[in-house]
């Protein structure tokens, strides 16, 4: 069974840096990615970054937003520097099973973790 949760959000100011980490479990780390995603209130859904479960090969990363994975810790994390506050929002860690180079769609989703960047 597949478990993924999030930690390390919480309020920051603008140009201020935060890491958030998910512990995943249960997932087949050859054939799986990890990904985090957000979505801002009255906003899509929008996906800011994805890597190989296994690592090191980073899948996609969004600008100020870095990805990687702690394969002895199970855990993911993503860095995002100089925030911003449309960077406020829900953001959640997702598993996907990859095929034909694609980890869509997502499958395995953690409860989600919020972020507030004040100006």
């Known amino acids: 069974q597949v478990r993924l949760v999030e930690s390390g959000g919480g309020s920051v100011q603008t140009g201020e840096s935060l890491k958030l980490s998910c512990k995943f479990s249960g997932v087949d780390t050859r054939q799986n990615c990890i990904g985090w995603l957000r979505q801002g209130t009255g906003r899509r859904r929008e996906e800011v970054a994805e890597?190989?479960?296994?690592?090191p090969e980073v899948r996609y990363a969004k600008g100020r937003f870095s990805i990687s994975v702690d394969i002895g810790q199970n855990t993911v994390d993503l860095q995002m520097n100089d925030l911003r506050p449309g960077d406020s929002g829900t953001y959640l860690c997702?598993?996907?099973?990859?095929?034909?180079?694609?980890?869509?769609?997502?499958?395995?989703w953690g409860q989600g973790i919020e972020v507030t960047v004040s100006s």
């Open positions: 997702a598993a996907g099973v990859k095929v034909l180079g694609s980890c869509l769609p997502w499958r395995y």
């Open positions: 890597i190989n479960a296994r690592g």
